[in-house]
């Protein structure tokens, strides 16, 4: 269970002139698997601001040689002033907590306020259900809809046969995706940052109003997007094959399912602090 998306460097331009005083790039803090990539494409297309590879400190992306090169010295002057100069064009991020070093994310979290970014910590309410699509999009190398696209029928026609889940790796996965949130929302707190929390569950909630709730999202930008704008679609394509399908072909599904109720019991979720709104 080591394998990580390939780097996304097609993310569309956005389709706005240039930001204006009352307008703000934006920081979405989040765990893989959680919905932030069809966010940021669509937050993307309407904000005046750049936008630049997702994770973009993983090591094989834009941003990898900053964290390499200094690495063990993300608190420090030097690390804030490289990190200013990537910033200087305000880019919009998507940033996975659990896939760096904490004083990283504190770094990136300070320099982003300091520059007027609106902060978002995205999350699931079902863990477990994050869990389950970690493991399966690490299992078939498939994360996105152009690739589930092409793998997941060779996989239902028997051509690509599934390994066992790494159970012992889920569960470390899951130990520190809890640590790495807890440790974030700490650090939003302590520094008494505005930050708003967002869940995939309502945002995607199939009740009719997504578009709404994203043109709320859009509103904290300071852009003004109706409920009938097209680049909106990014947000409402239908979902392909879904990974309920894949489930039967992986060799220990059963053992996965009673790993994913372990974590999930109570005595082994842990507390969390209860995020203050954005303004």
Partial sequence: MTMTPPPDTRLPAPDTPGPRDDQHPYLILTLRRTGGTSLMAFLSRVSAFPSIQHEPFNPDRVWGGLRVGFEGRYDTPDFAAALAGHLAEHPNIKHCIELVAPDLTAALIDACAARGYRLFLL?????????????????????????????????????????????????????????????????????????????????????????????????????????????????????????????????????????????????????????????
């Avoid at 046969?161 to 130990?175: E, F, G, K, M, Y």
């Avoid at 520190?176 to 309502?202: G, I, K, P, W």
Wanted: net charge positive.
């Fill in 123 to 279: 999350l699931r309410h079902q863990e477990t259900a994050r869990l389950r699509s970690l493991c399966l999009a690490q299992l078939t190398g498939a994360w996105g809809r152009q690739q589930v696209a092409r793998i997941y029928p060779q996989i239902l026609s028997g051509a690509m046969p599934l390994s066992p889940v790494d159970i012992a790796a889920l569960n470390r996965h899951a130990r520190r995706d809890a640590q790495a949130l807890a440790t974030v929302r700490a650090m939003l707190e302590t520094a008494n940052r505005s930050y708003q929390t967002l869940f995939f569950e309502e945002i995607y909630a199939r009740d009719g109003l997504l578009p709404n709730r994203a043109c709320a999202l859009a509103a904290q930008l300071g852009v003004t997007v109706a409920p009938d704008d097209p680049r909106l679609e990014v947000l409402t394509k239908p979902p392909g094959i879904p990974a309920s399908r894949i489930l039967p072909f992986v060799p220990n599904a059963d053992a996965l399912e009673v790993a994913l109720k372990r974590i999930d019991a109570p005595e082994q979720r842990g507390a969390v602090l209860k995020p203050r709104p954005a303004p």
